[in-house]
Nanobody
Framework: QVQLVESGGGLVQPGGSLRLSCVAS????????MGWYRQAPGKQREVVAGITSEDTTHYVDSVKGRFTISRDNAKNMVYLQMNSLKPEDTAVYYC?????????WGQGTQVTVSS
């Protein structure tokens, strides 16, 4: 059972930056395609970024050019650098495997973009 722990969220003004971190348990983390998801109030959870074991990345259109996903397989870590944040980025952010996600989700980390 993989356990996921996210951190790094907070309150930031529009245009600001945050770096989210996620640590995953398990010895075969490096083979997984990992991603960052977010869920805004009243909305469904969505994938915002993904990264393969070979560091190929992809992003949802709304965050392209602003967010960067990366990973450190030696540390079982996944990161999301978020720049030029907008109020519509406000959500709880989660990391998990992509297609399919692990059944057990972490607690997520709250990102609030507001002046």
């Amino acid at each position: 059972q993989v356990q996921l722990v996210e951190s790094g969220g907070g309150l930031v003004q529009p245009g600001g930056s945050l770096r989210l971190s996620c640590v995953a348990s398990g010895s075969i983390f490096s083979i997984y395609v990992m991603g960052w998801y977010r869920q805004a109030p009243g909305k469904q959870r969505e994938v915002v970024a993904g990264i393969t074991s070979e560091d190929t990345t992809h992003y949802v259109d709304s965050v392209k050019g602003r967010f960067t996903i990366s990973r450190d397989n030696a540390k079982n870590m996944v990161y999301l650098q978020m720049n030029s944040l907008k109020p519509e980025d406000t959500a709880v952010y989660y990391c998990n495997r992509l297609t399919p996600p692990f059944a057990s989700w972490g607690q997520g980390t709250q990102v609030t973009v507001s002046s």
